[in-house]
């Protein structure tokens, strides 16, 4: 059986105008089909992009937690097998700040050239998508090429990271420089 739609522009509450046709027309087919505002059909499409969107913002955040855990686990780490080297700096006359600045700078770098890849690859993944067939009703809904929201995202995960490493750069600053050199 062909399906037919039909659109109809109504005053006044489409509720109200979508019962009188379909009782109108029912008279005629017993069998209709259902009559939709299109208020409804809006409130559908919208709820599958509202899904998307949290779906999507949850996994982000469970990505950001556990390179954040990760980061933290290996600095950590890494700072602890360089309590020795960091316990002579101290004795040798470094502050606790150039130690922390020591440690940060040492972080900085991996993330920043990391977060460079990651954007370059966004960038270029994005124009990709931009170039594919479905490109036009992506960039309807979504602007992939949105320059704020790369550096936002840039400016998040590099404030993370750095959160992330100044607990146990802080910690390192901490340390007395002659119980470590004792226990070498």
């Given at each position: ?78 700072v602890e097998q360089r309590t ?8 040798l006359g470094a502050t606790p ?88």
């Open positions: 059986a062909p399906h037919t739609s039909m659109v109809a522009r109504v005053q006044g509450a489409p509720t109200l105008a979508r019962q009188a046709l379909f009782t109108r027309l029912t008279t005629i087919d017993p069998n209709l089909g259902a009559i939709v505002t299109l208020q409804s059909v809006a409130r559908t499409e919208t709820f599958f992009l509202d899904t998307a969107f949290w779906v999507s913002t949850v996994l982000g955040g469970l990505a950001l937690l556990l390179t954040v855990s990760g980061l933290f686990s290996v600095l950590s780490y890494l020795r080297e960091i316990g002579v700096r101290m004795a700040r150039t130690v922390t600045t020591l440690v940060l700078g040492q972080v900085t770098r991996p993330v920043l050239a990391g977060l460079a890849a990651g954007a370059a690859l966004a960038a270029a993944l994005a124009m990709a998508v931009l170039a594919s067939p479905v490109g036009a009703l992506v960039s309807q809904i979504v602007h992939v090429t949105d320059p704020l929201a790369y550096l936002a995202s840039v400016v998040l995960i590099l404030a993370v990271c750095l959160l992330a490493a100044w607990i146990p750069a802080a910690r390192a600053a901490r340390v007395d420089p002659m119980r470590t050199l004792r226990d070498a």
